[in-house]
């Protein structure tokens, strides 16, 4: 179903938008037409392909501020329970996305294991700068309980990361492009790594009951026992959260976003 967003005139614009873009336009207060556009295309391309009943929370990082970059387009409510982002310390926002200063910034998603079927698991984002060192992207650690659900890119100037998923599976990797689309997934008993929409690595595994921990999902850094540690200092302009992807529909899913993104200028 379209929507037609409402002006301040309480007449329809033109143009119709998706029931989502619609929410997200009211809720960020955004109003030009080529974010609310490139939203669109986006959100009609992942209906299309099947891909919408798959995500839980994805963040475009559009409309250059933290009262913007916060929503989440697939509930855009300013509410925790929506998966809001929680931006702690120093970040810059600005039409090019969101950029950390890498020593007390981060974003809380307010999404914990337990929002999820943690065993058909997906997350990913679109990196615009490949800093090397030992920092964090995505991710928690229950030292308690042992369990490790965390990505470190660039790890060192050869571009070496890693991700580890559970009490100890870990893919390790090869970074090739400095500005890279990342997905990780835990699919059928399989960790799996792509970058750009090819896979680079694939490890086999059982993940064990993640749902037990009640921590949420750090960007940018890692969620140590409810303190953040490892910021990243990486610029990036997009992040998701969703049920496990296949080969196919990580390409897929790739290629829209990179799309939304060339529509954006970015």
């Known amino acids: 179903m379209y929507y037609g967003i409402i002006n301040?005139?309480?007449?329809?614009?033109?143009?119709?938008?998706?029931?989502?873009?619609?929410?997200?336009?009211?809720?960020t207060g955004i109003t030009d037409t080529t974010i609310?556009?490139?939203?669109?295309?986006?959100?009609?391309?992942?209906?299309?392909?099947?891909?919408?009943?798959?995500?839980?929370?994805?963040?475009?990082?559009?409309?250059?501020?933290?009262?913007t970059n916060k929503y989440n387009f697939f509930d855009a409510r300013d509410l925790d329970i929506a998966y809001r982002l929680t931006f702690a310390g120093g970040w810059?926002?600005?039409?090019?996305?969101?950029?950390?200063?890498?020593?007390?910034?981060?974003?809380?998603?307010n999404f914990k294991p337990?929002?999820?079927t943690y065993t058909n698991f997906s997350f990913g984002y679109n990196l615009k700068s490949n800093t090397y060192g030992y920092l964090c992207e995505f991710g928690l650690n229950d030292s308690g309980r042992g369990y490790k659900v965390h990505?470190?890119?660039?790890?060192?100037?050869?571009?070496?990361?890693?991700?580890?998923?559970?009490?100890?599976?870990?893919?390790?990797?090869?970074?090739?492009?400095?500005?890279?689309?990342?997905?990780?997934?835990?699919?059928?008993?399989?960790?799996?790594?792509?970058?750009n929409g090819t896979l680079i690595n694939t490890v086999s595994n059982t993940p064990p009951n993640l749902s037990?921990?009640?921590?949420?999902?750090?960007?940018?850094?890692?969620?140590?026992?409810?303190?953040?540690?490892f910021y990243s200092n990486r610029a990036k302009n997009f992040q998701f959260i969703s049920d496990g992807l296949t080969d196919a529909e990580s390409l897929t899913f790739r290629n829209l976003v990179n799309n939304m993104q060339i529509t954006l200028g970015r």
């Open 8 to 27: 301040s005139m309480n007449r329809a614009v033109v143009s119709s938008y998706t029931a989502r873009t619609t929410a997200f336009a009211t809720a």
């Open 36 to 67: 609310l556009g490139a939203l669109n295309t986006f959100d009609l391309g992942l209906i299309s392909n099947g891909l919408d009943t798959k995500m839980k929370a994805v963040y475009p990082f559009v409309g250059g501020s933290a009262s």
């Open 92 to 109: 810059t926002h600005n039409s090019n996305g969101v950029t950390p200063n890498g020593t007390n910034a981060y974003a809380n998603t």
């Open 114 to 116: 337990s929002n999820s």
């Open 151 to 195: 990505d470190f890119p660039y790890s060192d100037v050869a571009g070496n990361g890693f991700t580890a998923y559970g009490t100890g599976d870990v893919i390790n990797y090869v970074d090739t492009s400095v500005a890279s689309f990342i997905t990780f997934t835990q699919f059928s008993n399989q960790l799996k790594r792509f970058e």
């Open 212 to 229: 037990l921990t009640t921590l949420n999902y750090f960007i940018s850094a890692r969620n140590l026992d409810g303190s953040a540690q």
